[in-house]
């Protein structure tokens, strides 16, 4: 893995891509999200980290509205977030996603995968797409499977195939839940390092993840949730040698117990 | 077997037959008891069937082998298969026929682009029934020379593949999130699959008629086929049902997330999966409609049943029912044994693609 260039800091006044303000969410009864606010700069990789439950999973699907929230603001390169359905898919057309299990099509080739979103929701002549997409599927060292189909393939390379396809979107924002979790130890590494590619050529992430050592390496912030709050967040360096709150530091403390790529 | 025998274990069929056929007393008379009785009934049923039976002559007074008089059959073939049809026009039934059951290659050979079979499929109805009704160059053929098998093919593939357009937008609208919408799905579906076919049937050809002006008039084969996709489609629409609440919420989200509309997500991400992993339960539900076509003749629609009826009844082969009636349900066994071997075979055959 090739690390990204320090320092890493983002220019203080670049655009902003991600703005959530006071946002609140319930599912049901069940407060999910309790006023969260995070600002996400253009070219800023944010790697968000905290335990099971604790809503990092529903904040990173708020800002593609997977979920909607019933409070607050959430403006994605500067549009703000309405149930307008024609203004949504424009911007979840800008806003990639790599899920935890993949979510490849199964009925497609990797090809196809990689394709159809181009010329089903971007309006691109084939040949144009197939040119990007193999291009994209290169990047991630696959480009020798674009025939096969998903259920073919192990898990980090479906997931690696999962971001070719996001990217063909052409987005200018990522999102990644957990992308590795749901892999096998050895497959681990292939992924982060297309991801860690991605960020050394600037593009904006959010990621819920909790390899630690990715963080470290990539990430301008790490921001800690706990119980649908975020209770910290500070650049990776502070982060992990001076955490401030004790929550931060008991669930610092229980992934160094268990391995880094405890979950 | 025998001590004589020099290896240790015993031929794999001779196992076979010990395990399955002879594994205790009470399934080794089993075994014995029914092999007795085929041996002592199939000869006698084979007899009367073809060695005995009469298969040319001309009229009843020809049959003197004692076996099955197979002349009422035989004679009015042209009759059973083609009904009233015009006899300079029956290529036309033929062509009609062959263009149906060219689904079932199509389904078969993965190589083919589903596309082609899908639109192959959508316009399979239209084309039948310009072919058979006649129209746009073809000389007119009015429905009351449809009879015999033609129109029990007629109804069973143009029903079903009008059936399934329907039942799938039925499936999505009693999932949809529109309450209007679903509820009138729901209401439909329930309603149609609590009443019994037939008496949707009469009420297609009786009561549909007093609420049209006078002197207007829908062809009877176009309400019973109207029926008969509607009873088919509530039923598949079921079926889809299923298959779409089985799809991973993942596949909608990374649809979601890609920015696909929802009738995107649905043609090219959802309904493919889905009507593949159907295909085995709707093809049961054609064998279903299929057989569901013989009510028609209890409207005055003569299928093939209603063809055997009035044969019976004919003097000159009054008293041949059991030729007769053995003769339909050869037709129809022949027909939905094979559909039904086809569904499992490719039940079996996702399984293992799974
Ligand atoms: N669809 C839902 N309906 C009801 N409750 C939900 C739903 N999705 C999530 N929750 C609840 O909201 C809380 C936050 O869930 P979320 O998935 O965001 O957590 P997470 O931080 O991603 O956890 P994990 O690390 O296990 O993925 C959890 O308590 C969960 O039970
Ligand atoms: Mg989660």
Redesign the interface.
């Known amino acids: 893995m090739n690390t990204v260039n320090e320092p890493r800091s983002v220019d203080a006044d670049a655009p902003v891509a991600v703005r959530i303000d006071a946002l609140n969410k319930w599912y049901g009864h069940f407060h999910a999200l309790k006023n969260v606010s995070l600002e996400v700069k253009t070219g800023e990789r944010i790697v968000i980290c905290g335990p099971s439950g604790s809503g990092k999973s529903t904040l990173i699907r708020c800002v ?1 509205q ?1 979920e909607q929230h019933q409070e607050g603001d959430i403006v994605v390169l500067g549009q703000l977030l309405d149930d307008h ?1 024609k203004r949504l ?2 911007i ?2 800008e ?3 790599c ?1 935890q ?7 497609l080739s990797v090809l196809k995968n990689c394709t ?2 181009q010329t ?2 971007l309006g691109i002549a084939e040949s144009e797409a197939m040119a990007y997409a193999l291009k994209l599927l290169e990047r991630v060292k696959m480009r020798e499977h674009a025939n096969k189909y998903p ?1 073919q393939l192990s898990g980090g390379q479906q997931q690696r195939i ?1 971001i070719a ?2 990217l063909c ?1 052409r987005p200018k924002i990522m999102l990644f839940d957990e992308p590795t979790s749901a892999l096998d130890p050895e497959m681990i590494a292939e992924v982060l390092e297309v991801m860690v590619d991605l960020a050394a050529e600037g593009m904006t992430m959010l990621c819920v993840t909790h390899e630690m050592g990715f963080a470290r390496k990539v990430a301008d912030r790490v921001v800690f949730m706990d119980q649908g709050e975020i209770v910290e967040q500070a650049p990776p360096e502070q982060f992990f040698s001076q955490p401030e709150s004790p929550r931060t530091q008991q669930f610092l403390n229980q992934i160094i117990n268990h391995g880094v790529t405890a979950g | 077997m025998s001590s004589l025998s020099a290896s240790r274990r015993p031929h794999p069929a001779l196992r076979w037959v010990h395990k399955q056929l002879f594994p205790n007393l009470l399934q080794s008379i089993l075994t014995l008891a029914t092999l007795g009785l085929l041996l002592w009934s199939v000869p006698k049923v084979l007899d009367w069937l073809i060695f005995s039976a009469t298969f040319v002559g001309s009229s009843k007074a020809d049959c003197v082998g004692g076996g099955a008089c197979w002349l009422p059959v035989v004679n009015r073939i042209d009759l059973f298969v083609y009904g009233f049809y015009p006899d300079t026009e029956t290529w036309r039934v033929n062509l009609a026929f062959v263009l149906a059951g060219a689904i079932i290659p199509l389904l078969y050979f993965k190589r083919i682009d589903r596309r082609w079979v899908l639109g192959y499929m959508m316009l399979l109805p239209f084309v039948m029934w310009w072919l058979l009704k006649g129209g746009l160059g073809l000389s007119s053929v009015s429905s009351t020379q449809f009879a015999g098998i033609l129109v029990t093919v007629f109804l069973g593939v143009i029903g079903m593949l009008f059936a399934l357009p329907m039942g799938i937008l039925l499936a999505l609208g009693r999932r949809s999130k529109k309450p209007a919408i679903k509820l009138l799905c729901v209401l439909y579906i329930e309603l149609v699959r609590s009443v019994p076919v037939i008496t949707l049937l009469f009420m297609a050809s009786l009561m549909v008629q007093l609420f049209l002006p006078e002197g207007v008039t829908i062809d009877i084969l176009a309400r019973v086929l109207i029926v008969l996709v509607m009873f088919t489609a509530a039923y598949m629409a079921e079926t889809i049902r299923g298959g779409l609440q089985g799809m991973a919420k993942g596949q909608y989200e990374a649809a979601k997330a890609l920015g696909f509309s929802y009738w995107k997500t649905m043609s090219v991400i959802i309904l493919p999966q889905v009507l593949r992993n159907t295909i085995p339960p709707l093809l049961t539900q054609f064998i279903g409609l299929f057989k569901e076509t013989t009510l028609v003749v209890v409207v005055g629609v003569l299928d093939v049943v209603g063809i055997a009826m009035s044969t019976t009844s004919a003097p000159e082969w009054i008293g041949l029912e059991h030729e007769v009636y053995l003769f339909l349900a050869m037709f129809f066994f022949v027909i939905c044994f094979a559909l039904s071997r086809y569904a499992r075979h490719l039940e079996k055959q996702l399984e293992k693609s799974r």
């Not at chain 1, 299990?101 to 009925?107: C, D, G, M, T, Y």
């Open positions: 593609n997977l359905p898919r424009q979840r057309r806003v990639g996603m899920f299990h993949f979510n490849l099509f199964p009925h159809l979103p089903a929701n259920g999962a396809r996001a979107m």
